[in-house]
């Protein structure tokens, strides 16, 4: 049976396909996914969890979608001040987005917990994300023991990973809605078969006892 998840930290790799140049490609970096695969990724997530998605300024629309589709409600979000002013079309992007979304019964960070809004460290690799917010989850939420990071580029000590740069802790794989109905549909029959099958046990046991 597939391990279930407390918290769920994910940078998804969101394609792009404004870049005027190969060497400005996403590709020319690491390997994207389609939005929709992305979505339909089977994420293991308990009945109570939290998400904390990394998302840039274009994809918040996406972002919202993905977190919808996991099965969990946006709640807020910070940013991180890279500190180096980057590229952009717009606006020359110095920042990403930090989206928080629970699934279930999850409550905030105790008081002494609550960080500003702004996460402030120097960027460095290229999509690499800073230190301080995963030493903010793990000090914010340490009484969640079962931590998994998607689309991981390295092992850290107290998370399981998920990725294609690091050896999976865990097996995942896209799966359609349709497939999803599927399913449930099959679980639910076998659930309901196991029922009948114990609720005929415990009336063969109640008469075996009525004829002792």
């Known amino acids: 049976m597939q ?10 790799p969101w394609r792009y396909d404004f870049s005027q140049t190969k060497q400005r490609s996403i590709e020319s970096h690491y390997n994207s996914m389609s939005l929709d695969d992305i979505k339909n990724l089977d994420v293991p997530a308990k009945d109570d969890c939290i998400l904390i998605l990394w998302a840039t300024a274009p994809k918040i629309v996406e972002a919202i979608e993905v977190m919808v589709a996991w099965g969990f409600e946006y709640k807020t979000q910070a940013i991180w001040d890279k500190v180096i002013i980057g590229m952009g079309y717009w606006f020359r992007g110095q920042h990403e987005i930090l989206m928080v979304g629970t699934k279930g019964s999850m409550s905030p960070p105790f008081a002494v917990c609550r960080e500003g809004s702004v996460f402030r460290e120097q960027r460095t690799g290229h999509s690499r994300k800073p230190k301080c917010v995963r ?35 865990v097996k995942l794989e896209v799966v359609t809605p349709e497939e999803h109905i599927r399913r449930d549909k099959k679980e639910a029959e076998f659930n309901a078969a196991t029922l009948a099958q114990d609720a005929q046990q415990l009336e063969s046991s109640d008469f075996n006892d009525l004829i002792i």
């Open 3 to 12: 391990k279930k998840y407390d918290i769920i930290y994910a940078d998804p």
């Open 135 to 169: 030493q903010w989850i793990d000090s914010s939420f340490a009484h969640l023991r079962n931590k998994l990071e998607l689309f991981a580029r390295n092992k850290t000590e107290g998370w399981d990973v998920w990725g294609n740069e690091v050896e999976c802790d």
